[in-house]
């Protein structure tokens, strides 16, 4: 069953964020991730959560996320990440 990644994505450094992107695409490729969006612009209807910029990624189970992001290359990339950015992450079944 398809899975949803949904990262909410506060940029503090972004030439630094930049040397993330550049290494985490080709990880994401491997996987077979698609992104089906990547910051575009959104808007809060019901709620008080406050999201900065959203980042939308398919995957083909729950599984193949998993395996992302539990997996070698991704786990080594979070310090980068997190040296200019803040995230949160949720994932979700398709139906």
Same mark, same amino acid.
Do not use: C, N, S, W
């Given at each position: 069953m398809t899975a949803y990644?949904?990262?909410d994505v506060e940029i503090?450094?972004? @030439?630094?964020?930049?040397?993330?992107?550049?290494? #985490?695409k080709p990880?994401?490729?491997?996987?077979? %991730?698609?992104y089906l969006s990547r910051g575009g612009p959104h808007k809060v209807? @019901?709620?008080d959560w406050i999201p900065r910029?959203? #980042?939308l990624l398919e995957f083909a189970s729950?599984? %193949?996320?998993e395996a992302f992001y539990y997996g070698?290359?991704?786990q080594n990339l979070i310090s980068i990440r997190d040296e200019c950015s803040s995230a949160r992450l949720v994932s979700?079944?398709?139906l």
């Open positions: 990644a949904i990262f503090q450094d972004p @030439e630094r964020y930049q040397d993330f992107m550049t290494l #985490v990880a994401l490729e491997a996987a077979g %991730a698609k209807y @019901e709620g910029r959203i #980042v729950v599984d %193949a996320f070698e290359v991704y979700v079944e398709g």
